[in-house]
C-alpha cells in the first residue's frame, strides 16, 4: 500500500443535478454511472500528498419536462432538424419530456491528500477539475406527433434520435472526493468515495440560432427558436480496485 504509484479499475454510480438557465424547460435528477481505469502518484517528498489521473467513461442521463408553454421541433425519421435545414414537409413535434443519453470520454485530473494508515485503513481527500470529451448522444421524447403547431396529433414516443449541434462536445466540472482506502491483502486496496461537482460548462451549444432545434409559438402564429441551456451538477459514489 506504501507503493509510490497506484493504478486500478474504477466505477462509480450517482445523479446529475442541472442548473436551468431556461423557463421554457425543467429539469428532472438524473442517472450518472462510469467504468474505467484511475491511478495515484505519490509526490517525491510525501506518501501524503499525490496526483491523480485516469481515463472513464461516463454515462449520464439528462432529463427535461415542458413547462408551462408548448415546445415543438421539427423532424423526419429519427433526425430531429435544425432550424436552418427544415423542410416544408418535416414533421411537428409537440415535446412534453426528454432525455439525453450522452456518452463521454473522462479525463480526471487533479490532488489527494491522505493520511498515514491506521492499521488497514487510512483516509483521503481528492480534489481536481473532471474533463469530459462527447463521444455520442441519442435522445428519447415524448409527446405528439402532429402536422402543424395548432394540430394535437397522436401520443409518440420518439426513441433513439439524432440531434446534432445540440449538446456541447466539451463539459468539465471541479470536483471534491472524500473517501477511505481499505488495505486487504499485500499492496492490494479498495477506495470508497463520495464526491461532488460543480459544472461550470454550459451542456448545450447556444452560438447560432439556425442551429437550434426548439421553438415555441409566437403570437402570429409563427416559430420562435430557443436552445436548451443547463449546467450539469453531479453527487456520486465510487469503488476503485487498487493494485
Do not use: C
Not at 450518472?32 to 501524503?48: D, L, M, P
Not at 481515463?55 to 408551462?68: A, D, P
Not at 449541434?165 to 491483502?185: R, S
Not at 426548439?214 to 427558436?225: E, I, M, P, R, V
Amino acid at each position: 500500500a506504501e507503493k509510490k504509484l497506484q493504478g486500478g479499475i474504477t466505477g462509480s454510480v450517482g445523479a446529475n443535478f442541472l442548473k436551468m438557465g431556461t423557463t421554457l424547460l425543467d429539469a428532472q435528477p438524473g442517472l450518472s454511472t462510469s467504468v474505467g481505469v484511475n491511478f495515484i502518484k505519490a509526490t517525491k517528498e510525501s506518501q501524503n500528498l499525490a496526483f491523480l489521473g485516469g481515463l472513464e467513461f461516463n454515462l449520464e442521463r439528462f432529463n427535461y419536462k415542458v413547462g408551462g408553454q408548448d415546445v415543438f421541433y421539427r423532424f423526419t425519421d429519427q433526425v430531429i432538424k435544425i432550424k436552418d435545414e427544415t423542410l416544408l414537409n418535416d414533421s411537428y413535434y409537440r415535446l412534453t419530456e426528454r432525455t439525453y443519453k450522452p456518452l463521454y470520454l473522462g479525463l480526471p485530473v487533479g490532488m489527494v491528500f491522505r493520511t498515514d494508515f491506521i492499521g488497514d485503513y487510512r483516509g483521503l481527500v481528492k480534489f481536481g477539475i473532471q474533463n469530459r470529451f462527447l463521444l455520442s448522444n441519442t435522445v428519447d421524447d415524448k409527446g405528439f406527433a402532429s402536422t402543424g403547431m395548432d394540430v394535437i396529433g397522436d401520443y409518440q414516443e420518439n426513441l433513439g434520435m439524432s440531434a446534432k449541434k445540440d449538446l456541447f462536445f466539451y463539459n468539465a466540472g471541479l470536483f471534491i472526493n472524500l473517501g477511505a482506502e481499505w488495505n486487504f491483502a499485500g499492496s492490494t486496496s479498495l477506495l470508497v468515495e463520495l464526491g461532488y461537482q460543480y459544472g461550470f460548462m454550459p451542456l448545450h451549444l447556444t452560438a447560432k440560432e439556425q442551429n437550434y432545434t426548439l421553438f415555441t409559438q409566437d403570437s402570429n402564429g409563427g416559430a420562435t427558436y430557443f436552445r436548451n441551456q443547463a449546467i450539469m451538477n453531479q453527487a456520486q459514489l465510487k469503488f476503485t480496485l487498487l493494485f
